[in-house]
């Protein structure tokens, strides 16, 4: 084989950094990114996504808290989504997800408000993903409110932030989340948990209401009550069964 000259050589590595960089930009990753639009002066909500998340416990909450957007005179929310991904996630029920920020790689806005919905994993595999936990920590040191859906629960868990706190998670497994956290204090038969800093819930449809409830928190029972009337849900807190600090 004829080795090329110099010159040849330059050419042909200058060409494969092209045709390199085309193939980048033509990836989800690279290829017409949207970010989000972060506007001042609202609560930045951030919704941990992955591959097995369930529906429910993302679409529950994040509608509630997208539509404080449609509300006057209140801190409303930037909603977005992260992952440690840019690529599509896919639900257990097979949406396909487009994340908004890779949280291994992007600078992230200040993120007020976690939410972790449930996701298949996170009973066994999840828990050891350290990165995804360091990630949870750090938001953990400056958030305001860090909630959990369902499962959700067992990664606050794993993560350390639910030590000295009272926590609940989705019914049937509760026998499980006392089993790998036996130093927790667990609550069973309520629909969710406010301690501290910390909403846990039990999840699925009653997803709704831990949003609603801090909804209510932040904004009182009016606005609450005008997000839940947006999505034909009685809102009644008082008839919630529910662990809840006094005002």
């Known amino acids: ?26 990836s989800p990753e690279g290829q017409g990114r949207k970010l989000p639009e972060i506007k001042p002066d609202r609560y930045n909500v951030a919704f941990l996504i992955m ?45 396909k997800l487009l994340p908004d920020f890779d949280y291994t790689r992007d600078s992230l806005p200040r993120i007020d408000i976690l939410v972790v919905p449930s996701a298949e994993h996170h ?11 360091n ?7 400056t958030a305001l409110y860090m909630t959990s859906h369902c499962d959700g629960a067992f990664v606050l868990a794993a993560a ?51 949003a609603l409830y801090l909804s209510e928190r932040l904004y009182g029972k009016e606005i609450a009550k005008s997000l839940a009337g947006g999505l034909v849900i009685d809102w009644k807190l008082e008839e919630i069964p529910a662990l809840i600090p006094p005002e």
Request: glycine share 6%.
């Open 51 to 95: 591959d097995g998340t369930y529906n429910t416990e993302l679409t529950a909450p994040y509608d509630i808290f997208q539509h404080t957007q449609y509300r006057k005179n209140i801190r409303s929310m930037n909603t977005f989504t992260v992952a440690n991904t840019l690529q599509p996630v896919t639900t257990f029920e097979g949406l």
């Open 160 to 210: 350390g932030l639910l030590d000295g706190v009272v926590s609940t998670t989705f019914p049937s497994d509760i026998a499980a989340y006392r089993q790998k956290f036996p130093h927790l204090q667990v609550a069973d038969s309520v629909i969710f948990v406010h301690d501290g800093k910390y909403i846990t819930s039990a999840g699925g449809a009653r997803s709704f209401e831990a």
């Open 1 to 26: 084989m004829t080795a090329l000259s110099p010159h040849r050589r330059a050419w042909a590595t200058g060409l494969f950094l092209i045709i390199l960089a085309c193939a980048c930009s033509g």
């Open 135 to 141: 990630f949870v920590r750090k938001v953990d040191e």
């Open 123 to 133: 009973l066994d595999r999840d828990l050891n993903d350290t990165t995804m936990l």
